[in-house]
């Protein structure tokens, strides 16, 4: 990863969410929302990005075989892509395109609304006296207008609402209930059309949620490689030389959680010639910080970061990591703390193999 980000920058992941819970979903038919399906859309534009990277990759002579199976084993998906894009915008609203019954309800209902609102500003212009405000605006999804309310029982019509000052209230006049009620009616026959459209889309995922899964799967990996990457950037990593037989050899090793600025580098060898070490010094002569540094940089070469060293470094693969690292600096330091030290003291003896890693520090603190 670190390779092809020198090479080519960083692999196009932006927009990848994971849709494991949509693909569930689907695969028991259950009708997915339009964000979920356009969560699906934006993964499969991932896998098409994901590929024409691969290509550019490939152009430019990058060696990096498992980035190159991963991309390979993806399944673009295209036609499956182009029928959400075809029915769901980039902010997942069903468009008019989704179907032809689709748009003639949505100008059913633009053409209501038109009428509507025409009545109330002839209303609005007849009856200002009795109105606070010369608005029509919409309360329980129905239009209204603003009656003072002193005319509340003459004004003709529905309340619907109330201002909180009690002086306004807000009323369907007579002469709009009835389209009023037919826009209602447009509205439900949208929303029934609306679901018809998703439940076919989720049909037509359902198709392919063993290969969307693979995708999910392969597009985590891809961006745990990444994520390891950038890292082993920020941090300027490399990779150490590995072995099994218990060496140690890191040159120039940096803690990696302090500033990178600030932190001092150590040369440390241990398990060749000899498999203990014991170190000591003043308060604060970075006796933790070596331990630490030992201990963190095996855990990252065995789960496969790059380590804050010189590249002539050398790690161990080992089957245990032990640490009983305390931080007491103070003075005063109880039994229980001196209990609690040989309690994990005794554990690790108890586990510990031929080609373990323990560390201890402050060892016998307390007493």
Known sequence: ALRIIYALGEAPLGGVSDISEAIARAKISAILSSQELLAVSRLLYAVSQMKSFAERLNEIK???????????????????QNVINACIDETGYVMDSASGELRSIRRAIQSTESRIKERLNQVV??????????IVTIRNERYVVPVRADYKNTFGGT???????????????????????????????????????????????????????????LLGEIDFMFAKGKYARLINGTRPKMNTKGIIRLVAARHPLIDQKSVVANDIELGDEYTTIVITGPNTGGKTVTLKTVGLLTLMAQAGLLIPAHESSQLAIFDHVFADIGDEQSIEQSLSTFSSHMTNIVKIMERLTVNSLILFDELGAGT
Not at 65 to 79: G, K, Y
Not at 169 to 184: H, I, R, S
Not at 197 to 210: G, S
């Open 159 to 217: 309340i619907h609402d109330q201002s909180s000052s009690g002086n306004t209230y807000f009323m369907e006049p007579k002469e709009v209930v009835d389209l009023n009620n037919k826009l209602q009616e447009w509205h439900v026959e949208e929303r029934r059309e609306i679901e018809r459209i998703l439940r076919e889309l989720t049909e037509e995922v359902k198709k392919f949620v063993d290969l969307l899964s693979l995708n999910v799967e």
């Open 62 to 80: 990058v060696d990096a075989p498992i980035f190159a199976h991963h991309t390979n084993t993806l399944v673009a998906l295209s036609s499956l």
């Open 125 to 134: 212009s007849e009856r200002r006296s009795k109105l606070t405000d010369g």
